[in-house]
């Protein structure tokens, strides 16, 4: 079969989890014997960048200009099959069977949680009341008054948005059994065969870790935002915890909008042994390190949590979104620890951290082997038979 991959930017591996899983499907589709084409809307200039075409708009709008465009290209090439790999965005719209012919299957492939933005509005929202002007204090307090009326209207957007969706493509591809139930709840449908709860693939190298050549590490690796991430919690974490462990030391590796406003944080909090490195390979911090940190909000399948577990890293994850547990077996190869607790994730790191070492050992080999030993190839095989459904 001929498939063409969409993203809004130039497919490259070395992008983003969405990127490199994208990319590891559509090798696996080469492999299968099926021909892959790539279209996005914006260049991304890098040697590893999959040779696209691009809409002529430079943007994914429904503009006559890309409609025209995407039709020629499906005709000349004969597209069986288009996997859309933006479909949280605008691009739904474009691509969708209100333009595209139903001779041409169509999936949507969501990357991230249905509705996690929305479950816990008010922790993502950043309106602080004190140490800001009294206008922007006021406005902060209207702001937080609106809230329940944004989450409902928020709420709406989404059943909109996924349902016309749902209405136009073929198949919706989600992270999980428990997205796939989420989607439905929110679209109000019962058992629908046209939802695929389909586990990404492993995009992570396992290698056999040296246990002794890591240090007293505790690392975080992500996005320096608020609304998601909320690194702002391992700040605190660590302020409880600095003291009881006088021997460890705290990496923030990562860039971000709230880059500048967490290193003002950590001073304001007196924080000790702990180092903003940036945007940086992350490879020798993870062989260094023994704890990983995550306190996002919301997630979908993070990838970082896979990523720390086969270099031997023990997770400790605030159980904050549905699919924290996809990987980490509490207290067996990391610990999920009380949602939004600040005081349960210091409690869990300062017992990890005094553990004896070869309590220790064996949790990271755990999380390790855990990482290892998942069958790729019978998680891409899924896709063969979401692909037989479509053309049978």
Not at 137 to 165: A, C, T
Not at 222 to 234: A, E, S, T
Not at 278 to 302: A, H, R, W
Not at 318 to 333: L, P, Q, R, T
Request: a positive charge; hydrophobic letters at 35%; one cysteine or more.
């Amino acid at each position: 079969m001929n498939i063409l991959l969409y993203f809004s930017n130039q497919l490259n591996p070395q992008r983003g989890g969405t990127e490199r899983v994208a990319c590891l499907l559509a090798d696996y589709f080469l492999s299968r014997g099926h021909v892959v084409k790539y279209m996005a809307s914006r260049n991304v200039d890098h040697p590893e960048s999959r040779e696209s075409v691009f809409l002529p708009a430079g943007d994914e709008s429904t503009c006559r200009e890309n409609i025209d465009f995407l039709l020629d290209y499906i005709k000349r090439n004969e597209i069986d099959i288009i996997i859309n790999e933006g479909a949280s965005t605008e691009s739904i719209y474009l691509f969708s069977h209100e333009y595209i012919p139903l001779s041409v299957k169509l999936i949507s492939h969501v990357h991230f949680d249905i509705t996690g933005d929305l479950e816990h509005l008010g922790r993502t929202q950043f309106l602080p009341l004190s140490g800001v002007p009294l206008a922007t204090s006021v406005k902060n307090l209207l702001k937080r008054i609106k809230l329940p009326f944004n989450k409902r209207r928020g709420y709406r957007w989404k059943k909109q948005h996924f349902g016309y969706m749902y209405d136009n493509s073929d198949a919706i591809v989600v992270l999980s059994e428990k997205q796939k139930e989420k989607l439905s709840r929110l679209l109000g449908i019962k058992d629908s065969n046209k939802i695929y709860g389909l586990t990404n693939p492993n995009t992570v190298n396992t290698e056999i870790f040296d246990f002794k050549k890591k240090g007293n590490e505790i690392l975080y690796v992500g996005r320096l935002d608020y609304g998601q991430k909320r690194v702002d919690r391992i700040l605190r974490v660590w302020k409880l915890i600095q003291h009881r462990l006088p021997q460890w030391h705290l990496t923030i590796a990562g860039f971000g909008p709230f880059k500048e406003y967490y290193e003002a944080m950590s001073k304001k909090l007196h924080l000790e042994r702990i180092d903003f490195v940036g945007q940086v390979d992350t490879s020798n911090y993870y062989k260094q390190s023994k704890i990983f940190l995550m306190t996002s909000n919301y997630e979908g399948t993070p990838m970082v949590i896979p990523e720390c577990m086969s270099h031997g890293v023990v997770p400790v994850v605030m159980n904050n979104f549905v699919d924290a547990d996809m990987y980490i077996k509490n207290g067996e190869n990391g610990f999920l620890t009380t949602p939004f607790s600040i005081v349960a994730m210091a409690k869990v790191t300062v017992d990890l951290a005094h553990m004896d070492r070869s309590s220790f050992e064996r949790l990271a080999t755990v999380a390790r082997n855990t990482i290892a030993t998942t069958d790729n190839n019978a998680i891409l095989r899924n896709w063969d038979n979401l692909f037989k459904d479509l053309t049978d």
